[in-house]
């Protein structure tokens, strides 16, 4: 299929990657993308569809439109099957609604965590001036495993990660935001990543998975990566070792930021 837009192309290469990671046992995990109408041409649009209503209104979104991955649809199966594992909806024209006009065939809908993914965009699109396009949630073994081994602290599993190597912190900088335990694509989840996103471009769910949002396919899988990478580290650590034998110190944080221009937020930043 050569046809497809570029923007498409790399959204079903995004789920493979992840499939390939395996963050996405059956259909574990979801992604949005936010795309430019024009960026459609080529695809057959429907206009018959059925507005769906969200719980809540969100005015930014209006009249924009999202790759989606369809709920219950296996990321694995997103390039062989793409109009039946994936779709796209379009938002009405004052952010309340959505409807399916791509994709989703055979009765599917978007992925169950859509109101924690469009809540997230809304966020994001109003904070970065349009520049963020990518919700990406995905469960990856270690930075879930670890979520069972500490509190709820960000403080913590920021500084934790950041120590595991540098890419960490320059990667999310702003540190990471954590959430309890909550029911899966709930409202409440929703609202409560939302708020976390004003400030961070990573949230934990605990013992469930990770969202994490960017500006394009890279930057958000590689954040994803990342994090997850540095979690891995530190669970072959602490599989070693009771405590840490060596560490980065604060001092290194603070000439690392100076190097390479970051702005680390000083709660991260405490003397051990
Ligand atoms: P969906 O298949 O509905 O996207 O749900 C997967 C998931 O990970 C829920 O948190
Ligand atoms: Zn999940």
């Known amino acids: 299929m050569k046809n497809r837009p570029e923007s498409l192309e790399r959204f079903i290469r995004m ?12 259909h574990g995990g979801n992604l949005t993308y936010r795309v430019d109408k024009e960026a459609l041409k080529g695809l057959i649009l429907k206009e018959d569809s059925e507005w769906v209503k969200l719980e809540k209104q969100l005015d930014n979104l209006s009249g924009d439109y999202f790759f989606v991955t369809g709920s219950g649809k296996t990321m694995r199966n997103a390039e062989l099957y793409p109009e039946d594992a994936l779709g796209i909806i379009e938002m009405d024209d004052c952010g309340g609604s959505y409807r399916i006009v791509w994709g989703l065939e055979n009765g599917g809908k978007p992925t169950s965590e859509i109101p924690a993914h469009l809540l997230c965009q809304s966020v994001k699109k109003e904070a970065t001036n349009g520049k963020y396009r990518l919700v990406y949630h995905a469960h990856p073994v270690n930075i879930i495993s670890l979520s069972f081994v500490f509190a709820p602290d960000e403080v913590k599993f920021t500084r934790e ?4 190597e540098p890419e960490c912190a320059m990667t999310f900088p702003n540190g990471m935001g954590v959430l309890p335990w909550m029911v899966p694509g709930t409202e409440e989840l929703a609202e409560k990543t939302g708020e976390k996103m004003k400030e961070y471009d990573v949230v934990l769910w605990a013992q469930h998975g990770l969202v994490v949002a960017g500006e394009d396919f890279d930057s958000t899988f590689g954040l994803m990566h990342t994090v997850e990478k540095g979690a891995e580290i530190l669970v072959k650590t602490m599989s070693m070792t009771p405590g840490k034998q060596v560490i980065p110190t604060v001092q290194n944080f603070k000439d690392m930021a100076e190097a390479f221009h970051l702005e680390l937020p000083e709660k991260f930043l405490y003397e051990k």
């Not at 499939?19 to 059956?26: A, I, S, V």
């Not at 990660?161 to 595991?164: C, K």
């Open 15 to 26: 789920c493979s990657d992840g499939w390939l990671q395996g963050w996405h046992e059956y």
């Open 161 to 164: 990660l950041w120590e595991m």
